[in-house]
């Protein structure tokens, strides 16, 4: 493959390049409306095998590297029934904590466990083997609420053991529905390895916002099939509120994620359906990414209807010494849309995101070792990304990192705030743009060709006082010009161009066949 | 407090064992708890114990369902045929080899005595061994015995976990002297842990046994139990306190766990490989070695000659093996049941700690993790010359939750264990990974 000219910047420059952006991986849930049919009968295409041709590095962007589902209505597989089987029913209410315990180590298939209204604490994870299980609670009850009332359930796992998860299910066909988990030691809900998921109107949350100790993940489906996340909320995990990791078939609609390091994310995710959620008040609000080293090729997303507006948290995430954590993402950054292809964004609102509305990244800003996304066929970059009829209310890029820019922690907010804070003074630029590209993709990057990648922007509502809507970054010329032994910053904003919208080469118009929600 | 909680067999049951290993064939019952062992077992002729479905899972899975019930009111009875039938409509009896599993441990008569009376000890038949490296678990004292069924055998594997048949019960009682400094003494055994390899489908199943406060019954708690603010005085004279996790059924799985081809997943014993059993003990008066203890009683087939049988070293006695290969050694028995390619942690992380991997990458070598999250001490899970800068050393040394492997079994950091390891990676050649 050609060498990739991130290899060879100075030493500073990649390091500082390779940790620019990084995100978390694991370390490892109806149809037509709330109180439909429990699991789907419609869905995307048939699956198509991830192996693609191992095609790094090369400039094709514009090829789908999978298949796309077909416009008519197809079914989802159903991997396990309880039709014709005996079902089983079990019911538990506060104080019979070990006896559910108990009752879920041994449970049969097609068992609906049913608890009642109140508060559950637990001294361990609640785990799930089996398949055909439903767990279902009287209700989610309302933010902040971590003792159950007279129709909501808690589960409390504030005192477990450490290093346990709240509720841990591997299974076939399961539903989880109308409960809250509170105060896990790591992730609220981890489901792995699982397919026909249904998870509905939970709330996963932790006592106190912002603390670094509060667990991970809230709702995380992942290594799993045909899941659904809807009318769920998810507040103050110190990681993502809604993590949907390295599945096949998700729809992600309805949430509320708030007070998260990060609100919403699809990783390593083929198909993923995201809509009409909610990200307000995270450190980043919704985002689409691959991470290296997983055989899983994310794409065919599709994020609509969603509102993404005022996240600019403070980054709380805990962030000694890893290379690889959501640490690193500036506050107030909308979405960012990293090592991904075939990603739509159609009908959402974004605005009064500190930092940016949408940053467009190469996975190469993350780890510019090829080799290392080996396992995904070379899938560090980012490609066919389609931003059209969406609104920005503005607001937003003026206070990059919401001020607290850190070069250490967060190099590339303390980038873009020097890069910016010239602008500024030199050209009158006082915010970031609306969209924000890296530069990088197709690797290497290609001057001649303006928009390698097929980055579209178009028929959005922008704000009238909105100059420009999509800036070019280049941030490989950027970097190396500001970390210079003498730093150039005139030379760094000069590499930067901005299009207005509706200008080429971002007036592309999407890609067919487009995506479509189940 | 009494002690020893459990007394080592005599010459004389030795004798015994092997006797009514000699004469005995196999169970035709349909189900059994285990062969009594003073019976003759006359009419015992040998079955199979292929070709086995009978579609729902054997009683095995019955006990304990109902929530706030005792499930399995009506263990310890040889006729565990009753058992099944008497849910889920199906009108077929468990596979034959089943075995019954009992509320209660005393239930599979594999011990007699109790701790309370300082003779809990397992029956003939029932055999006790050591592992030259054993598992680390929050420093508790463990007691394995291996029950195989009479005229069974299992079968050798130079690497993978002895192939054992159907009917086998390995027990493992978890400990704790209430001062380590007089570890005979005072010891008080939280609970037995009990694998039985059923006929299939099922396989391996686990079960855990909690002891009562008077150390005179163990009772399965299939959900696990926490002793909170548990205590013990350590080697130095230390209080330790922390919360011990007897798992749940569930969570056995986390750590016995292997992926097949299909993606299911599998319970499987991890320490009876041949290199760990690989050592002497004492069953009479005479220290002999396990494997060929095993071989003499019946119990095991296929030994090849001692000379070609591997060993895995003490990884704590520098006599018997040099840094790496002990360091290698704790990796592979406290880590490589999950990173291993055929376990999904492995599958994920792509960390190979096996004993067998060699690769420097897949054994961490300056590799980034995919998914480690914040704060876990380095960019990179081994970072040659320098411990404190990999992950694979903060992860074992560190108690915080979310950070430290393995991922549950223990609670405290195992101080020798960490060491080895920030030793090994101390001796290789430094090397920047960046």
């Known amino acids: 493959m050609n060498r990739l000219p991130l290899s060879r910047v100075t030493r500073v420059a990649l390091v500082s390049l390779m940790s620019l952006l990084a995100i978390p991986a694991c370390s490892d849930d109806d149809a037509d409306g709330p109180y439909a049919d429990p699991h789907p009968s419609k869905g995307p295409g048939e699956e198509t095998p991830d192996a693609g041709p191992p095609d790094s590095g090369t400039p094709d962007s514009g090829t789908p590297d999978s298949g796309t589902p077909d416009a008519g209505p197809t079914v989802w597989p159903q991997e396990f029934t309880c039709e014709g089987k005996e079902t089983h029913a079990l019911t538990f209410n506060p104080g019979q904590e070990q006896q559910l315990q108990n009752a879920v180590n041994d449970l049969k298939p097609c068992t609906t466990i049913t608890l009642g209204a109140g508060t559950f604490r637990f001294d361990n994870a609640v785990t799930i083997r089996q398949d055909g299980i439903t767990f279902q609670g009287a209700g989610r009850g309302a933010q902040g609420e971590g003792t159950g009332g007279a129709s909501s359930t808690v589960l409390d796992f504030t005192n477990a053991a450490a290093n346990t998860n709240g509720l841990d299910v591997v299974g076939k066909l399961f539903t989880l529905r109308d409960v809250a988990l509170w105060g896990a030691q790591k992730d609220g809900l981890r489901v792995e390895n699982s397919s026909n998921v249904l998870i509905q109107r939970i709330r996963t949350e932790w006592a106190q916002p912002n603390l670094p100790t509060n667990g991970k ?151 510019p070792n090829p080799v290392l996304w080996s396992a995904g066929f070379f899938n560090f970059s980012t490609s066919d990304v389609s931003i059209h009829h969406n609104t920005f209310l503005g607001g937003s890029g003026g206070n990059v990192d919401s001020g607290e820019t850190n070069p250490a922690s967060r190099p590339l907010g ?105 | 407090m009494r002690s020893p909680y459990m007394t080592r067999l005599g010459l004389a049951a030795v004798l015994l064992a092997a006797a009514v290993a000699a004469c005995s064939g196999g169970n035709e019952d349909d189900t059994h708890i285990i062969d009594p062992p003073d019976a003759g077992d006359a009419g015992d002729a040998s079955t199979p114990d292929s070709g086995l479905d009978a579609g729902d899972s054997g009683p095995g899975e019955d006990g304990g369902t109902d929530a706030g019930d005792d499930g399995g009111t009506d263990a310890g009875h040889e006729d565990g045929g009753t058992d099944a039938g008497t849910d889920a409509g199906s009108d077929a009896g468990p596979p034959p080899g089943t075995v019954t599993i009992p509320n209660e441990l005393s239930g599979y008569n594999l011990f007699t005595g109790t701790p309370a009376g300082g003779d809990f000890k397992p029956v003939e038949g029932n055999i006790p061994y050591e592992l030259t490296t054993p598992l680390f678990s929050d420093y508790s004292l463990k007691s394995r015995t291996l029950y195989i069924p009479a005229g069974k055998a299992a079968l050798y594997s130079a690497d993978a976990v002895l192939d054992l048949p159907v009917g086998t019960i390995i027990t493992k009682t978890f400990a704790f002297p209430a001062d380590f400094r007089e570890p005979t003494k005072n010891v008080r055994p939280l609970e037995t842990r009990v694998l039985v390899r059923q006929p299939q489908p099922v396989g391996w199943v686990a079960y855990p046994y909690v002891w009562n406060d008077a150390l005179t019954e163990a009772t399965l708690a299939s959900g696990g139990k926490v002793f909170k603010d548990f205590s013990f005085i350590d080697e130095q004279g230390v209080t330790k306190k922390f919360d011990y996790l007897v798992p749940q059924r569930n969570q056995c799985q986390k750590c016995h766990h292997v992926v097949d081809e299909q993606d299911n997943q599998h319970l499987l014993p991890i320490g009876v490989k041949a290199r760990y059993l690989n050592r002497d003990h004492t069953y009479g008066v005479q220290p002999v070695n396990q494997l060929q203890h095993l071989a003499s009683l019946g119990k095991l087939e296929g030994l090849p000659p001692a000379a070609q049988v591997p060993r895995a070293p003490d990884a704590f006695n520098a006599g018997e093996a040099d840094l790496t290969q002990r360091a290698r050694t704790y990796l592979d028995i406290n880590c490589a049941h999950c990173h291993n390619p055929k376990a999904q942690p492995g599958i994920t992380s792509r960390l190979f700690l096996d004993i067998k991997t060699t690769d420097e990458f897949s054994l961490g070598y300056c590799k980034r993790p995919g998914s480690a999250g914040g704060g876990v001490g380095g960019e990179f899970d081994i970072v040659p010359g320098s411990h404190d800068t990999s992950i694979l050393w903060f992860r074992m040394h560190t108690e915080i939750s979310g950070k430290m492997m393995p991922e549950i079994g223990r609670a405290l950091r195992h101080e020798a264990g960490a060491q080895l390891i920030a030793d090994w990676i101390d001796a290789m050649p430094p090397r920047s990974c960046k």
């Open chain 1, 414 to 518: 303390y980038l873009i705030s020097n890069l910016y804070a010239y602008g500024k003074a030199a050209a009158g630029v006082d915010r970031v743009e609306h969209v924000m590209w890296d530069g990088i993709d197709p690797a290497p990057r290609n001057e001649n060709v303006a928009n390698g990648m097929h980055l579209c922007f178009s028929n959005n509502v922008v704000p009238a006082t909105t100059k420009a809507s999509v800036v070019d970054l280049d941030l490989e010329a950027v970097q190396k010009k500001l970390t210079a032994a003498t730093p150039d910053i005139v030379g760094a904003w000069a590499e930067t161009r901005r299009y207005n919208q509706g200008a080429a080469p971002f007036n592309c118009s999407g890609f067919s066949p487009a995506l479509k929600l189940p």
């Open chain 1, 217 to 367: 993940y809230g709702i995380y489906p992942v290594k799993s099939r045909y899941v659904i996340v809807e009318d769920c909320e998810a507040y103050n995990a110190s990681d993502a509120g809604i993590y949907v990791g390295q599945t096949r078939y998700a729809i992600v609609r309805r949430n509320i994620a708030k007070q998260n390091v990060a609100g919403i994310e699809i990783e390593n995710t083929k198909f993923a359906f995201v809509e009409g959620n909610t990200a307000i008040d995270n450190t980043t609000g919704l985002v689409v990414f691959d991470l290296p080293g997983n055989p899983i090729q994310g794409t065919d997303v599709l994020v609509t209807k969603n509102t993404i507006t005022g996240n600019n948290r403070k980054n709380f995430a805990s962030d000694s010494g890893s290379s690889s954590t959501v640490s690193q993402v500036p506050a107030g950054t909308g979405t960012f849309i990293l090592a991904s292809r075939r990603v739509e964004f159609v009908g959402n609102t974004w605005g009064n995101n500190n930092t940016v509305d949408i940053a467009v990244l190469s996975g190469l800003a993350i780890e």
